[in-house]
C-alpha cells in the first residue's frame, strides 16, 4: 500500500480517502485522517462560504497533510410552489403527529453547488485536491481549478459517467457502487436502474479510463481494500466506517441505528432530499414508498424533510430522519479516525 503510485500522486502515506460526509462531519475528521496518512476529507456542500474558508482554515492549521474539498456541483431549479404545496399536503399527517407545523416561510436550499464565490473563498489556501458530486462545474470553474494545480476527482455510478469524467478533463474517477450511503453521484441518467454493485462497476470503469480509479462502497475492512486494489482500483474511498469515530457528529438516534440490528437494511430513497441516497431504512421511506414521485426537485425538497425531522427528534424519534449510511457497517468503530485509519492500513499490509 505505501509504494501505491497513486500515494505519490496524492501525496498521502496510505491508497485510503475518507468519504465526505455532508451533515456528520467537519474538519476534524477530514485532520484526523489526513494525520493518519490517508486523504481526509472536507464536504462543503452545505457549509456557507465563510464557513467554508474557516473549515479549510482548521485544517491546515492543524496538519501539513494533503485533504480533498468535495462540493455538489447540480445544476439548481426554480422553486415549483405547486409541488410543495403538495409536498406538504402530503407530510401535514406527520407534522400533526407531534402538535407542529410547517415554516413556509423558509425556501432556501441547504446545499449549494459549486461556484465562483466559493472557488474566491478558497483560491488562497490552493487545495491539493478538489472532489465533486453530480458530475462537474462548467468548463471555465474547472479551468480555473486546474490552474492552481489541484487535483480534481469525480464520482460515477456507471462506465458512462466515468468516460464523460475523463473526457471532460478530470484526473481521478471515484467508481461509485450501489453499496455506498449517501447521495448516488449519478448525473448522466435519473433511473436507478443503471446503478450497479461495486464488484461489477469497477473492473469496467479501469478498463475503459486511463486516469486513476478510486474504489467506493462497502469497504470495510483489510479484506474489502484488498480485493478493490486487486480488481484495478488505485485506492479505496471509506465513509459508513468513520461513521462512530469521535471527530464525527453523528447524532446520538443514528450513532444508535448504526449500532442495530437495523442497519442491515438500507434502501435508496429521494424522500429525504429528492436525490436518490441510501439509508437505513425507517417509517417515512417505508411509509412513502422509498422512491416516491411526489417528492419536489433536488434540493429544495430537504426543506420540508429538515423540519419534521428536526421536530420528530425533539420526541426522540427517528422516523423521519436521513439515516444515511452503506450496506455494510461491519467497520464500524467507536474510536479516533486517526486509530481507525492506521488499522486499515496495518491490516492491509499485513495481509498484502
Known amino acids: ?202 473492473p469496467q470503469i479501469v478498463d475503459r479510463v486511463d486516469v486513476p480509479v478510486i474504489a467506493a462502497g462497502g469497504i470495510s475492512d483489510a479484506r474489502s481494500i484488498n480485493s478493490a486494489l486487486a480488481l484495478g482500483a488505485s485506492a479505496v474511498q471509506i465513509g459508513t466506517s468513520y461513521l462512530l469515530c469521535d471527530e464525527v457528529k453523528t447524532s446520538a438516534l443514528h450513532r444508535a441505528a448504526l449500532k442495530s440490528q437495523r442497519a442491515s437494511h438500507t434502501a435508496l430513497t429521494n424522500v429525504f432530499t429528492g436525490r436518490p441516497a441510501r439509508g437505513i431504512a425507517n417509517r417515512i421511506m417505508k411509509d412513502l414508498g422509498y422512491m416516491n414521485e411526489n417528492v419536489p426537485e433536488f434540493p429544495y425538497a430537504s426543506m420540508e424533510m429538515a423540519q419534521l425531522k428536526a421536530l420528530a427528534e425533539q420526541h426522540g424519534s427517528d422516523d423521519f430522519s436521513s439515516l444515511w449510511s452503506g450496506q455494510n457497517v461491519s467497520g464500524c468503530k467507536e474510536i479516533s479516525a486517526f486509530e481507525l485509519t492506521r488499522q486499515f492500513a496495518e491490516a492491509c499490509d499485513a495481509v498484502s
Open 1 to 202: 500500500m505505501k509504494q501505491s503510485r497513486v500515494c505519490s500522486w496524492l501525496g498521502v502515506d496510505y491508497p485510503i480517502i475518507q468519504a465526505p460526509m455532508a451533515g456528520v462531519q467537519d474538519s476534524a475528521l477530514a485532520i484526523a485522517v489526513s494525520e493518519a496518512g490517508g486523504l481526509g476529507s472536507l464536504p462543503c456542500a452545505m457549509l456557507s462560504v465563510n464557513d467554508i474558508a474557516n473549515q479549510v482554515s482548521l485544517i491546515k492549521g492543524s496538519t501539513s497533510k494533503p485533504y480533498n474539498l468535495n462540493f455538489f456541483c447540480h445544476d439548481t431549479t426554480e422553486y415549483n410552489e405547486v409541488k410543495h404545496h403538495q409536498w406538504r399536503e402530503l407530510l401535514k399527517p406527520y407534522f400533526d403527529e407531534f402538535s407542529g407545523h410547517y415554516d413556509a416561510t423558509i425556501k432556501a436550499s441547504s446545499r449549494m453547488p459549486f461556484s465562483h464565490d466559493v472557488a474566491d473563498a478558497i483560491e488562497g489556501f490552493v487545495p491539493p485536491v478538489i472532489s465533486f458530486h453530480f458530475g462537474l462545474p462548467d468548463a471555465e470553474l474547472l479551468a480555473r481549478i486546474k490552474r492552481w494545480g489541484t487535483k480534481v476527482l469525480s464520482s460515477a455510478t456507471t462506465v458512462e459517467e466515468a468516460l464523460w469524467l475523463e473526457e471532460n478533463g478530470v484526473d481521478g474517477v471515484i467508481a461509485q457502487g450501489l453499496e455506498a450511503g449517501g447521495h448516488r453521484g449519478m448525473f448522466l441518467s435519473k433511473n436507478i436502474s443503471t446503478q450497479v454493485g461495486l464488484v461489477s462497476l469497477l
